[in-house]
């Protein structure tokens, strides 16, 4: 999915701001999306191999290399957009993590699959529901303040939960992140609740 709507999105709003060079396409994301596959698949079914710890970090390289060619430095000035930027290098990080945990003991498993869900996962989810609402409801596609503050809290969740895996004692930061995870998307509730159960601006 995110192959598909964060380039698509960014080429949209850099014709529409006349943001210069758009985003890059071509091979080198089909054989990223390959790799990414590849190395995912190889650590399902043989977890210890060092090949697919190897493999892992090449599919990671691969799709940094990727997310750059995507060119999120310019949409920084508007976070609706930039935070799908965001979300796709969770997912660089947590497969290097995952690599990085089959080849180095001293890296947590646990860091690599709290930076795919809480991270990735959780970061994209909202990025795309905050997203799909404001433009299936008639409002601007801009992050508002309260928009903004609900990615800058499931962006804190996620680097508090990866951050409790190399901690050790980590309830607190195990706690931390549980509060900013429930506040982001508590915060979503309420303030997109109404946004989807009111009428269209053009309706009113």
């Known amino acids: 999915m995110a192959g598909r709507i964060v380039p698509a999105f960014t080429r949209n709003w850099l014709k529409k701001t006349?943001?210069?060079?758009?985003?890059?396409?071509?091979?080198?994301?089909?054989v990223s999306s390959g790799l990414l596959h590849?190395?995912?698949?190889a650590w399902a079914f043989f977890p210890e191999s060092r090949w697919a710890g190897i493999g892992l970090l090449g599919a990671a390289v691969a799709n940094g290399w990727r997310l750059l060619r995507w060119r999120g430095l310019a949409v920084r000035g508007?976070?609706?957009?930039?935070?799908?930027?965001?979300?796709?290098?969770?997912?660089?990080?947590?497969?290097a993590l995952l690599g990085a945990s089959i080849l180095w003991?001293?890296?947590?498993?646990?860091?690599?699959?709290?930076a795919l869900t809480a991270g990735a996962i959780g970061t994209m989810v909202l990025a795309v529901m905050t997203r799909a609402t404001r433009g299936h409801t008639g409002r601007a596609?801009?992050?508002?303040?309260?928009?903004?503050?609900i990615y800058a809290l499931v962006l804190a969740a996620g680097c508090a939960r990866v951050a409790a895996g190399f901690v050790a004692g980590s309830a607190a930061v195990l706690n931390l992140s549980?509060?900013?995870?429930?506040?982001?998307?508590?915060?979503?509730?309420?303030?997109?609740?109404?946004?989807l159960t009111q009428p269209r601006p053009s309706e009113t």
């Not at 003991?105 to 709290?114: D, E």
């Not at 549980?178 to 946004?195: K, N, Q, R, S, T």
């Open 38 to 41: 590849a190395g995912i698949l």
């Open 141 to 149: 596609l801009i992050a508002d303040r309260s928009t903004g503050l």
């Open 18 to 30: 006349g943001g210069g060079n758009l985003p890059a396409a071509g091979i080198l994301d089909r």
């Open 178 to 195: 549980g509060v900013l995870w429930i506040a982001a998307y508590g915060l979503f509730f309420v303030v997109y609740a109404p946004v």
């Open 78 to 95: 508007e976070f609706l957009l930039l935070i799908l930027h965001i979300g796709y290098c969770w997912l660089v990080v947590g497969i």
């Open 105 to 114: 003991p001293a890296v947590p498993l646990t860091a690599a699959i709290h």
